[in-house]
């Protein structure tokens, strides 16, 4: 496995996104958090599927009346050719960057286009629905992010490197679950450049005067 | 090849086998009695039409014999594998996102997966089920609003808390096991 035991994972996501993920409540851009966050932690996947369990026991309880012709109908869909036909599940290349992630950025790390945001920190808005955002974000080794509120719900997940802020420290597959209530500056270790993907389904609330005028122009 | 015997404990998985390896038709119509009907009824308590619901029902049940053999007993019950299918069915439906899935395991559906990590897995989903049967009303309408999709992520997590136990999973087994070897 290209993730190794995710034994090192110290910040996992919370159970209610984890049913929402299994429920198919969540909007893409959290799901896409999830989907890589489970790719690196065995922990976090087991608690995944207690919860599909869940949505099979709940779809189990009980059932509505079918059309008389619906199962004619059905057979008269079917194709008879053998799956031994039909291709195997291709596993994923290892990269840097789980499998669902590379889907979204068509490539792994180095096909990531970014946008300089100031500071040397850049950023890549990836394409989902408008439900909520999703970006990648690059903060070079030593910097911040400039000190922000959140009017929502933020999740940032470290891909490589770490950051500290008031609250922890995260380093690399570590989820940081931040709302309204949380004011923090992300600082990225010194080792190495960081690169998170965040995910909020309202706008970042900036302190300063700059990045908040410059906030439509980022679309953060 | 002699079908496995049904057991109350993996329900359909006996079916499911002859689906996957001899395209069986009464195995899927014995699928299609016990699962279309609570496809299209989970369709319509998450707000889907009637009509819309009884096609996509199909849908459901024409991607299970079309993808049998991503089936894995080891790792989901047969209804636990119909509902990831239809709830990918509805999000299609409502919203035509995407729908990002975690990286695969390096492990894969084998085809002689280990016959304890199955009857664990089904085990562990029927004692799931009877958690959920037995909670009270409303607690049990709490999480089936969840799965119909009529809680946001912020009001599931007055639900998540609930004492229902987990399934162990074939990951979980899988480390406990070199736990055991090693220790």
Sequence with gaps: ?220 | MAPAPQTDTAPFVADMILIRDHRDRQAFARLFAHFAPRVKGFLMKSGTEAGVAEDCAQDVMVTVWNKAHLFDPSRASVATWVFTIARNRRIDLARRDRRPEPEDLGWGPEPEAAQDDTVVLQQETEQLAEALASLPDRQRELIEKCYFGDLSHREIADVTGLPLGTIKSRIRLALDKLRHAMG
Aim: negative net charge.
């Design chain 1, 1 to 220: 496995m290209p993730w190794g035991d995710g034994m090192t994972i110290k910040h996992h996501l919370t159970e209610n996104l984890l049913m929402g993920y299994a429920a198919g409540t969540l909007p893409e851009a959290f799901n896409l958090v999830v989907a890589s966050h489970v790719s690196m932690c065995d922990t976090c996947r087991a608690a995944l599927e207690s919860y599909e369990a869940l949505g099979g026991a709940v779809l189990e309880s009980r059932g509505v009346d079918l059309a008389d012709d619906g199962l004619a109908a059905c057979l008269a869909r079917l194709d008879d050719a053998p799956v031994a036909d039909r291709p195997a599940p291709v596993r994923p290349v290892p990269g840097a960057l789980p499998a669902p992630l590379r889907d979204y950025i068509g490539g792994d790390i180095d096909a990531i286009r970014w946008r300089p945001v100031g500071g040397g920190v850049k950023q890549a808005i990836l394409p989902t629905s408008d439900a909520a955002s999703a970006r990648l974000l690059f903060i070079p080794a030593g910097a911040a992010v400039p000190d922000h509120g959140h009017r929502g719900m933020e999740l940032t997940m470290v891909l490589q490197g770490a950051f500290a802020d008031e609250t922890d420290h995260f380093g690399r597959g570590d989820v940081e679950i931040a709302d309204e209530e949380l004011e923090h500056t992300p600082v990225a270790d010194i080792g190495a450049d960081c690169i998170c993907l965040a995910a909020t389904d309202a706008p970042l609330r900036f302190r300063s005067l700059i990045p908040r005028l410059l906030q439509p122009f980022l679309k953060i």
